[in-house]
């Protein structure tokens, strides 16, 4: 029953809230994990009480797992239980007051500006043929250009892209559609891409950057692999960009120019501003940094605390 529960609940989220397909496998992993504990004890989703969910995050953390992991597995547990008492099938909600391990709030990794010109520059040449350069052009111009979910940008649909936009229609979490602007180069790009990837098209394909995979277009993974190459080929540490690092980089140079937070939360599909304002503390660890560097007083022997 433990299965039939977990693929209906699944499945709601898919219909009702619109969850992506990463999102849903995300939480089946986690209740699968959690009931496999479960059985090996005797137990079941159906009957599981506090103490157990209690028990089951102790265990995780005695295996090691990092805080943030144990957080994201209570939060698909606290969200199937909520669902099984609206619909009924349990009485209780045995994980609405367990307490969770809490996140440690990490600065996202990015880059200055000059490094991100650096990616820009060496995607230009980066490809076997003009058609791949062309493509890993538009790729890394229009994701510093607009911030786009690296899911978001590989699945973007060319439609989006004819007529030489000035703006991009989006689909991000959700379902939900937002406008993000175009920067002068990230047109150029795109437009270039769309010459080569028209006339190298053997079968029409509804994606910007198709490919002839099983997703019919270019994949994360493919394209994470990209982004490191072109880090190489750019001479920057490939350990410290990722296509999520281009991301944190828009938000923050735009933050750093004077950009407004509501606008910047806008345009990333943030849901709460607070996700958003992580980029101020980036802003102030980076200027501390600049300060400790370059100030005369900050140099060590200098008296400075």
């Known amino acids: 029953m433990s299965a039939r529960w977990i693929s209906a609940f699944l499945a709601a989220q898919a219909a009702e809230h619109g969850a992506a397909e990463n999102t849903r496998l995300g939480y089946g992993r986690d209740l699968g994990v959690f009931a496999d504990w479960l059985a090996a004890r ?28 144990r957080a994201r597995r209570l939060s698909s547990v606290r969200q199937f239980y909520r669902f099984a008492h609206e619909e009924g099938w349990r009485d209780d909600d045995p994980a609405r007051t367990v307490p969770g391990p809490g996140r ?15 990616l820009l520059e060496a995607a230009q040449q980066s490809g076997r043929n003009a058609g791949d350069r062309a493509r890993n052009t538009a790729l890394m111009e229009l994701l510093y250009a607009t911030g786009l979910r690296v ?20 689909r991000g979490k959700g379902g939900r559609e937002r406008l993000v602007p175009l920067s002068q ?3 150029v790009a795109l437009a270039e891409w769309l010459v080569h990837r028209d006339a190298s098209e053997a079968a029409p394909s509804r994606f910007l950057f198709p ?3 099983r997703l019919g277009h270019l994949t994360r993974h493919r394209f994470f692999g990209l982004v490191k190459e072109i880090a190489r080929d750019a001479g920057i540490d490939p350990a410290r960009v990722t296509p999520h690092t281009l991301r944190h980089a828009f938000a923050t140079h735009l933050l750093g120019g004077g950009a407004d937070l509501r ?7 943030h849901a709460d501003l607070g996700s958003t304002e ?5 802003l102030e660890a980076r200027k501390r940094a600049l300060v400790l560097e370059h100030h005369p007083l900050a140099r060590p022997g200098n008296g400075t605390t």
């Open 42 to 69: 005797g137990g079941a989703l159906e009957t599981a009480g506090k103490g157990d969910i209690e028990q089951w995050l102790i265990a995780c953390e005695a295996e090691g797992l990092a805080r943030a992991t």
């Open 104 to 118: 440690a709030r990490r600065l996202p990794g990015t880059l200055g500006e000059e490094e991100v010109t650096r």
């Open 185 to 187: 180069p990230a047109r």
């Open 151 to 170: 899911s978001e940008l590989v699945a973007l649909p060319v439609a989006a892209a004819r007529g030489d936009p000035r703006m991009l229609l989006v």
């Open 263 to 269: 606008a910047i939360q806008m345009m990333m599909g």
């Open 211 to 213: 490919s002839r995979g």
């Open 278 to 282: 992580i980029y101020t503390h980036v």
